[in-house]
T-cell receptor, first 114, second 112 residues
Framework: NAGVTQTPKFRVLKTGQSMTLLCAQDMNHEYMYWYRQDPGMGLRLIHYSVGEGTTAKGEVPDGYNVSRLKKQNFLLGLESAAPSQTSVYFC?????????????FGPGTRLTVT | QQQVKQSPQSLIVQKGGISIINCAYENTAFDYFPWYQQFPGKGPALLIAIRPDVSEKKEGRFTISFNKSAKQFSLHIMDSQPGDSATYFCAASAGSARQLTFGSGTQLTVLP
């Protein structure tokens, strides 16, 4: 089991460029999440999904879009990158059952927007 | 609006000492309170978690104390070890998708 994987690990963008971050999980989890981590601010939820074909906004959704076309994949898109989106992005997934609420995190993508 | 407040921002403890990290929350709808541990360059990993119907949960050297009336919870690390040096995040969950709201993190350093 690879768990949660994220692609790419690092990326540098110029202001206005677009990109897509890919998250994949092999645990057959229903729920998937995208967070950003900034110094002194913990992790903040960007978007999340409770199943294939469904997405919802989190705490800081502006400037991002997501898609969940397949259960195992959750994509995060930046249409026009801004320096304020420089951050470390983490994807997570969890099982929908009541026995465990644990979220499993990927290794992160470090994004720099210049 | 920071719904989960965490302190201290950083903590230095001697090997064998007790590390204590505190969190306070505002939203009474939160129903699950996990602590995550993060090493540099890695994603956070669940350390221990508690539901609001119990006041304490212990797993090895790690204990969560929970005070529902005060809306506070804390992590105690007994016999702290250099390998415990990491960033610790408290979090709280609410909503049908168990969305997590994280505290700002505590960087723990355990001196050998």
């Amino acid at each position: 089991n690879a768990g949660v994987t994220q692609t790419p690990k690092f990326r540098v963008l110029k202001t206005g460029q677009s990109m897509t971050l890919l998250c994949a999980q092999d645990m057959n989890h229903e729920y998937m999440y995208w967070y950003r981590q900034d110094p002194g601010m913990g992790l903040r939820l960007i978007h999340y999904s409770v199943g294939e074909g469904t997405t919802a906004k989190g705490e800081v959704p502006d400037g991002y879009n997501v898609s969940r076309l397949k259960k195992q994949n959750f994509l995060l898109g930046l249409e026009s990158a801004a320096p304020s989106q420089t951050s470390v992005y983490f994807c997570a997934s969890s099982y929908f059952g009541t026995s465990s609420y644990e979220q499993y995190f990927g290794p992160g993508t470090r994004l720099t927007v210049t | 609006q920071q719904q989960v407040k965490q302190s201290p921002q950083s903590l230095i403890v001697q090997k064998g000492g007790i590390s204590i990290i505190n969190c306070a929350y505002e939203n009474t709808a939160f129903d699950y309170f996990p602590w995550y541990q993060q090493f540099p360059g890695k994603g956070p990993a669940l350390l221990i978690a508690i539901r609001p119907d119990v006041s304490e949960k212990k797993e090895g050297r790690f204990t969560i104390s929970f005070n529902k009336s005060a809306k506070q919870f804390s992590l105690h690390i007994m016999d702290s070890q250099p390998g415990d040096s990491a960033t610790y995040f408290c979090a709280a969950s609410a909503g049908s998708a168990r969305q997590l709201t994280f505290g700002s993190g505590t960087q723990l350093t355990v001196l050998p």
